[in-house]
Structure formats: structure tokens, C-alpha cells
């Protein structure tokens, strides 16, 4: 399990709430802890005592459903693909409702399955690159990413890499080495490339889709999780990306983490703490993503701006 999946085991036992030291236990950092809060995606509910995610009911079925196609398939068969990074908590690609089992050669050519659903692949794979989560056999993380990445347009791919690297469960020191498991193989040329713009800091895939259109509009952010401080030190708020010299930050307003009431609050006291010690706040959503000049064009006019001033 990785940290995230520890932390949620406690909560479930423990209603949805842990503590810092709990976290901490996990392998959270202090640092991550307090961002988690800033950010609106755990309400701190006591002193040291945090209300986290719960999963529900949906995503408790859907590892059954996992679990019950991977069983069908025999002692051979794991997850792989987009449902090995789901099991892992790997995101940035969209969720359908297939499943993607592997077996080695030609047990994968006579396998029976009635369930449209359930899609095998004949891959094989060393005993080594096979681990489990929740029980489940699964393609360890790194070969997850490397396997993606193949099959993966840039998008996706990077922000497959990114949540990796930010969730710990793949390190930097690790990506060359991705580079010997896709050698020679269809897409392992762009997907070289994909490595190049891989960065751990990115928090979301929104996170990374915003930081690659400002990359491919020519205006790049020179700091992911930028940290804004007062005079005394103070955190004033942490900012998704930020141009330092211009003192701009945008942040990327994903649903999950910006929609509760508690972190609508949150952000809007952040932006003023920034707003007042001088800098400007950009806030970009999904479907600004979806138009490649959008958010360059933000970026740049805003940078135009404080050059101005």
C-alpha cells in the first residue's frame, strides 16, 4: 500500500478522521500535512485531528468487481494498464468501466469471458514486476507508468508520471531505468519525451495539464508549490505555480478539491492574504485546459501587466 492507501484504511476504521501523528506514520510530511488543509482537501476538526476522504460505497464495489475478474482469470492473472494505476491511486486518465487483466502467452488466447467488460491482454511480465494491492495482483507501480506511457497521448502520459512521482510511488531516480523496460517498443519515442517533462510537485492532473499549456504557450512557471511568506516568515499560502519575478501564481481549481464549502472559504482566504502582500492570482478550471491558448494568454497578459506596473 502506498501512503495514501494507509491513511485511508485508518480513517475508515476511525470515521473518516485521523491524526497528524497518524499521518505522519503514513509518511506524510508536516509540509504536506499543512498543504493538505491550505488546500481544502483535509478540514482540520480538532487540534492535530484532520477529517480526510472516506471511499465510498461506488469505489468499495468497483475493487470487488476488480478483484472478482482477476480471480476468474487464475493464479496467473493481474491487473494491468489503466486499471493497475487505479488500484495503485495512480490518476490522470479518465475512468471507464473496463478492466484490464493480463496472462502470459496462451493462456490470454484461450481464455474464456463473458463480461464485455473484462479486456485481456497476453503480456508477460517476471514474477518480480507483479505485486498486490488490497490482495489484488498488480503490476508494480513503475511498469504500471512505463506501460501507460506507451499507450498514452502527452497529457495523460505526463500527468500519469506526475501523480506517480507526487504520490511516492515511483522516484526520479527510478524514470531512467523506465527507459531500458520501453526500448524498441511502439510509442517508446514519445514517450522519452514524456519523461523529460515529468515533476513530482504537480498535486493533480489538472495541475499538470495547466503547467503544459503554459509550457507549450512559451510562458512556463519557473516554481510548482510555490510558498508565498511574509515578512515575519509567515505562510501566507501556497501556490499551485508561480512566476517569481512577476510575483503571479495561478491555481489550478480542480472540483474535488475547491467545491466543498470548507475549502471555497479557504481558498478565498488565501487569495486575499496574497492578493494584499502584491500578487496576482490566476484560477484556471478544467475546461480552460481544453483550449490550447486559454490559459497562455491569461499568463501572458498578466505578466505584461505587473512588467507595466
Keep these: 500500500m502506498d501512503r495514501r492507501q494507509i491513511l485511508g484504511a485508518v480513517a475508515v ?36 485531528v484532520y477529517l480526510v476522504a472516506v471511499p465510498s460505497e461506488e469505489a468499495v464495489l468497483r475493487r470487488s468487481r476488480i478483484r472478482a475478474a482477476v480471480l476468474s482469470l487464475g493464479p496467473a492473472a ?21 478492466i484490464h487483466v493480463c496472462l502470459p502467452g496462451r ?29 489484488i495482483p498488480v503490476t508494480a507501480p513503475l511498469l504500471t507508468v512505463a506501460e501507460l506511457i506507451l499507450r498514452q497521448p502527452r497529457y495523460p502520459a505526463v500527468s500519469v508520471l506526475d501523480s ?3 504520490r511516492g510511488l515511483v522516484r526520479d531516480d527510478e524514470l531512467p531505468s523506465i527507459l531500458s523496460m520501453i526500448r524498441g517498443r511502439r510509442g517508446a519515442v514519445a514517450a522519452r519525451r514524456y519523461l ?9 492532473p489538472l495541475e499538470t495539464r495547466t503547467r503544459l499549456r503554459c509550457v507549450d504557450g512559451r510562458v512556463p512557471p519557473d516554481c510548482l508549490q510555490l ?19 512577476s510575483r503571479v501564481i495561478a491555481e489550478a481549481d ?15 482566504h488565501r487569495q486575499n492574504r496574497l492578493v494584499n502582500a502584491g500578487w496576482t ?7 480552460d485546459t481544453l483550449r490550447p491558448d486559454c490559459i497562455p494568454s491569461v499568463v501572458r497578459r498578466a505578466l505584461a501587466a505587473r512588467r507595466a506596473g
Design 196 to 204: 523529460t517533462e515529468a515533476n513530482g510537485l504537480a498535486q493533480s
Design 107 to 135: 493462456a490470454a488466447r484461450g481464455a474464456r469471458i463473458r463480461d464485455p467488460a473484462i479486456i485481456v491482454h497476453q503480456l508477460d511480465h517476471p514474477p518480480h514486476a507483479v505485486t498486490a494491492v488490497d490482495g
Design 227 to 245: 510558498e508565498v511568506r511574509d515578512d515575519d516568515g509567515y505562510l501566507l499560502g501556497v501556490g499551485d505555480m508561480g512566476w517569481r519575478a
Design 13 to 48: 476504521r476511525q470515521g473518516g478522521v485521523v491524526t497528524r501523528e497518524q499521518a505522519l506514520a503514513a509518511g506524510f510530511s508536516r509540509h504536506e500535512i499543512d498543504n493538505q488543509v491550505a488546500m481544502g482537501r483535509w478540514r482540520r476538526v480538532a487540534r492535530a
Design 164 to 166: 506517480a512521482l507526487n
Design 281 to 287: 492570482v490566476l484560477r484556471f478550471t478544467w475546461g
Design 254 to 268: 480542480g472540483r474535488e478539491a475547491h467545491e466543498t464549502p470548507n475549502a471555497l472559504f479557504g481558498d478565498r
Design 78 to 98: 493481474h491487473a494491468v494498464l489503466a486499471t493497475a494505476a487505479e488500484l495503485h491511486g495512480i490518476a490522470g486518465l479518465r475512468r471507464f468501466d473496463e
